[in-house]
């Protein structure tokens, strides 16, 4: 079963999606089903997420999800730890990596504003696993004033994406004006959806061009 059709059969604890997040969660998050996985859900919501996340990945995924709200802590199972705590807070942070180790998948479905996704993003991305997918959704609200954002806003997470990318492709900038970093360096793919932000590490990038083939046979202009 897809998760999509998890999704529309769920009778049990809501769960609250767009329906195109999911072109975006199999094509991201696919990759992990059936294996073993500490995925990380930040936003607990009404605990249906987490249960989705759990019939979908399989068995012998690990999901932890975290929330300020503490009516939460009943969402826990065999399969799924709850921990209550703040998504801005490094030391919360890192008490979950003490706790569980390193994650393979972040999704943040947390606040929304632009604050707390990015605290979250600067303290847990560098540490994922090395082939990890940190996912953010809902940043429509990146747009919204009162979430911290707004087309152009420096606080926007939309617009710190957009500098990202000069950051991936920071090895090819001649003006010196950026400098490549450890984002250059882990960094193998960011994708924008409508409301969703994904980016993609790898431990080796190979950007060597070569040119394969008969030389003799190269067009001449």
Not at 59 to 81: H, K, M
Not at 155 to 183: Q, W
Request: aromatic share 12%.
């Amino acid at each position: 079963m897809s998760l999509y059709q998890i999704f529309l059969s769920n009778t049990g604890r809501p769960i609250h999606k767009s329906g195109h997040y999911f072109f975006a969660y199999e094509r991201h998050f696919g990759r992990y089903v059936g294996h073993p996985v500490t995925f990380l859900e930040i936003g607990a919501g009404n605990g249906g997420s987490a249960q989705m996340w759990k019939s979908w990945l399989g068995p012998l995924a690990r999901i932890v999800t975290i929330d300020i709200n503490e009516v939460c802590r009943q969402y826990a199972d065999e399969q799924i730890a709850v921990r209550i705590g703040d998504q801005s807070d490094p030391q919360f942070l890192q008490s979950l990596l003490d706790e569980f180790g390193t994650f393979d998948a972040v999704l943040d479905d947390g606040s929304h504003h632009m604050e707390h996704v990015t605290k979250s993003f600067d303290f847990l991305y560098k540490r994922i696993a090395a082939n990890g997918v940190y996912m953010i959704e809902d940043m429509h609200t990146a747009y919204w004033s009162d979430y911290g954002g707004g087309r152009g806003d420096p606080r926007s997470m939309v617009e710190r994406f957009k500098g990202l990318i000069d950051d991936l492709n920071a090895d090819h900038v001649r003006d010196g004006t950026v400098a490549p970093s450890y984002f250059t360096r882990q960094t193998v793919a960011m994708t924008a959806y409508d409301s969703v932000l994904v980016l993609e590490r790898a431990p080796m990038i190979n950007k060597f061009m070569k040119m394969i083939g008969d030389d003799t046979q190269r067009a001449n202009y």
